[in-house]
């Protein structure tokens, strides 16, 4: 029987007719003509103010600390339930993350136990929208303009879905985007940051070309361009620009497809959800999700059982994050400042379903009738 892998990168066709056109053009460092065409796309598409593609999401946060200029002492308030880039971005720098609990409808930070978390010593507030489900932004907004705090939007998950009809990534003041492998759009490794406070454009610039004003040189602005304020190699590749390309161009055909089958998976397990064996994922009414994420809550400890059943038949499940609160480093590094009940919860019991574009209905199909199997044998 085949294997039902859990992720297989998408494919579009053009790729590497893109690359191979980069002979011609002679340029494969970063910041050429495929690198501004994406550019171009996400500002039209994502309708943020300015976009920058970097090597890695990793990238565009550790860009964001930098242009907050965060210092020793810096809090940062954000989830733990996140993938540790969230974090280190900003520890690098010699800042403070302070991890509040999450939604556990959600898997989002709960906006309920964000204020009581800020301190005089607070900078900014990161959230994540995991699974490409926008966390609760209006009311995060709100606390954030009383206590003069940056917010960052960690979309690495979340290109095209949206909050109320806006597009997640033009919220924030700044937002990140992944183009790992493993997301709805990709070129192998890749990221983005976008920009929506104007201040921080110029800047963002200089950091990105290893703190040079190598912008300015290109634009004729200046005659020699010189080291000017921190900043790393932080471009992308015009060999992954290229690759990305044909990827954003077809985003929108992607993302249909992959929320047919998180809502195909979806109105396939309803009834374990009605027995209370597992939990759905829950898209509030303000969201717009973009089928990046498929996931159960398996309840009654059956977590684990379920996925080497799952793999004994073949199927390819995935769990996702150990709390970062509860990881080595961010014991040493972090502060919690709120009961993580639902965070470990969620940690211990969240299972990933197989969702990519070459599951067919009846891999879906076979998906759903396995784990409707290990239940009725439990």
């Known amino acids: 029987m085949k294997i039902i892998n859990f ?12 690359i191979f056109s980069l002979k011609k053009k002679r340029v494969f460092s970063s910041n050429f003509y495929f690198t501004k065409q ?22 565009a946060l550790e860009m964001c600390a930098l242009l907050l200029n965060i210092k020793n002492g810096d809090e940062i308030i954000m989830p733990s339930y996140t993938f540790v880039s969230t974090a280190n971005a900003f520890v690098l720098r010699g800042g403070t993350p302070v991890f509040v609990d999450i939604d556990p409808n959600t898997c989002n930070v709960d906006s309920n136990k ?73 070129c192998g490794e890749g990221g983005a940051l976008l920009i929506n406070n104007k201040k921080f454009i110029k800047r963002a610039k200089i950091i990105r070309d290893k703190g040079t004003n190598r912008d300015d040189f290109n ?19 015009e060999i992954n620009a290229a690759f990305l390309y044909p990827q954003l161009k077809q985003a929108k055909k992607i ?22 064996l597992i939990k759905r994922p829950t898209i509030p009414t303000y969201a717009r999700a973009n089928g990046h994420i498929y996931y159960i809550l398996v309840k009654n400890n ?69 784990i409707f199997n290990f239940f009725e044998n439990q």
């Not at 502060?335 to 197989?354: E, F, Q, V, W």
Request: charged share 25%; proline share 3%; glycine share 4%.
């Open 255 to 276: 993302i249909t497809k992959r929320s047919a089958i998180f809502n195909y998976y979806h109105k396939l397990l309803e009834n374990l959800e009605i027995k209370k």
């Open 114 to 186: 964000i204020e009581e978390a800020i301190t005089k010593k607070a900078k900014a507030i990161v959230v994540v929208h995991y699974a490409g489900i926008s966390c609760d932004m209006d009311p995060i907004l709100k606390i954030a303009k009383k206590h003069k705090l940056y917010v960052i939007e960690d979309a690495a998950h979340a290109i095209l879905s949206s909050y109320k009809g806006k597009p997640l990534g033009s919220i924030g003041d700044l937002a990140t985007l992944s183009f790992h492998e493993s997301k709805n759009i990709h």
């Open 302 to 370: 059956k977590r684990d059982k379920l996925k080497k059943y799952l793999q004994h038949k073949k199927i390819s499940t995935v769990f996702h994050y150990i709390p970062l609160h509860s990881s080595p480093f961010g014991k040493l590094k972090a502060t919690t400042k709120s009961i993580m009940h639902n965070n470990n919860m969620i940690s211990n019991t969240l299972l990933r379903l197989p969702i990519h574009l070459k599951l067919d209905k009846k891999n879906i199909i076979k998906c759903a009738e396995e």
């Open 7 to 18: 992720n297989e990168p998408t494919f579009v066709g053009n790729e590497f007719k893109n």
């Open 38 to 59: 994406c550019q171009q796309w996400l500002i039209r598409n994502i309708k943020c103010k300015e976009a920058l593609l970097v090597h890695s999401c990793t990238a």
């Open 219 to 237: 634009k004729n602005i200046v005659k020699k361009y010189r080291w000017i304020d921190y900043g790393s190699s932080y471009g992308l590749s």
